[in-house]
């Protein structure tokens, strides 16, 4: 019990400071495998590093950055579900142990007993956003996580330069604004804003 005690104890702190725990091959068999578990562990199995070469692995990591800080700063957020991450670099005998051959891989290992096939999600099939990811571990584990996205100011950013930039032109040629009846500007203008569409 109190083996149980910290280990969940040394979960919640590392989570405090981070959503996705990373782990190499020493802290996944503590803490995933090794029993006493009263906590459900999501891995993410993925290869970073840029030599890689592995541009799913990005950005499926991102769609997971998005749910676990989702997870970390909801409500209903607990030591029942953690989420953690084994690259390749960092855990090669994970990958060995599990006989893994594929990166980036979702699994979940349950509180007791080993994962089963259903356990492992169907990223191939279903996609990985994580929206689809918490709709699984929904399924998995009765954990349910509402995605919150952080917003996206670029378009608007955009927006409020290009409005100055007209009002600053505006502004000044304005003892001569003989120019906004010259048809080539015009054109030229429309060109421009249809190839940056």
């Given at each position: 019990?109190?083996?149980?005690?910290?280990?969940?104890?040394?979960l919640?702190?590392?989570s405090?400071?981070?959503?996705?725990?990373?782990?190499?091959?020493?802290?996944?068999?503590?803490?995933?495998?090794?029993?006493?578990?009263?906590?459900?562990v999501?891995?993410m199995?993925?290869?970073?590093q840029?030599q890689?070469?592995?541009?799913?692995?990005?950005?499926a990591?991102?769609?997971?950055?998005?749910l676990?800080?989702?997870?970390?700063y909801?409500?209903a957020?607990?030591?029942?579900?953690?989420?953690?991450?084994?690259?390749?670099?960092?855990g090669?005998?994970?990958?060995?142990?599990?006989n893994?051959?594929?990166a980036?891989?979702?699994?979940?290992?349950?509180p007791?007993?080993?994962?089963?096939?259903?356990?492992?999600f169907d990223?191939?099939?279903?996609g990985?956003?994580?929206?689809?990811?918490?709709?699984?571990?929904?399924?998995?584990?009765?954990v349910h996580?509402?995605?919150?996205?952080?917003?996206?100011?670029?378009?608007?950013?955009?927006?409020a330069?290009l409005?100055?930039?007209?009002?600053?032109?505006?502004?000044?040629?304005?003892?001569?604004?003989?120019?906004?009846?010259?048809?080539?500007g015009?054109?030229m203008?429309?060109?421009?804003?249809?190839?940056?569409?």
């Open positions: 019990q109190n083996l149980l005690a910290e280990k969940v104890e040394q919640m702190e590392w405090s400071r981070r959503s996705v725990i990373r782990m190499n091959g020493d802290k996944f068999r503590r803490f995933v495998k090794a029993p006493p578990r009263n906590y459900s999501i891995v199995f993925t290869a970073l840029p890689r070469q592995c541009s799913v692995c990005r950005q990591n991102e769609e997971y950055q998005v676990a800080n989702s997870w970390r909801s409500s957020f607990s030591n029942k579900l953690f989420f953690t991450i084994v690259d390749y670099d960092e090669a005998d994970v990958f060995q142990q599990l893994m051959n594929s980036p891989t979702f699994m979940h290992f349950p007791k007993g080993k994962p089963k096939r259903a356990d492992t990223l191939q099939r279903i990985f956003a994580a929206e689809q990811l918490a709709k699984w571990i929904a399924d998995r584990t009765d996580i509402r995605v919150f996205r952080p917003p996206n100011y670029s378009g608007t950013i955009a927006l330069l409005v100055s930039l007209v009002g600053g032109l505006l502004y000044l040629r304005r003892n001569n604004l003989e120019f906004i009846y010259n048809k080539t015009w054109a203008a429309a060109l421009v804003c249809s190839f940056s569409l």
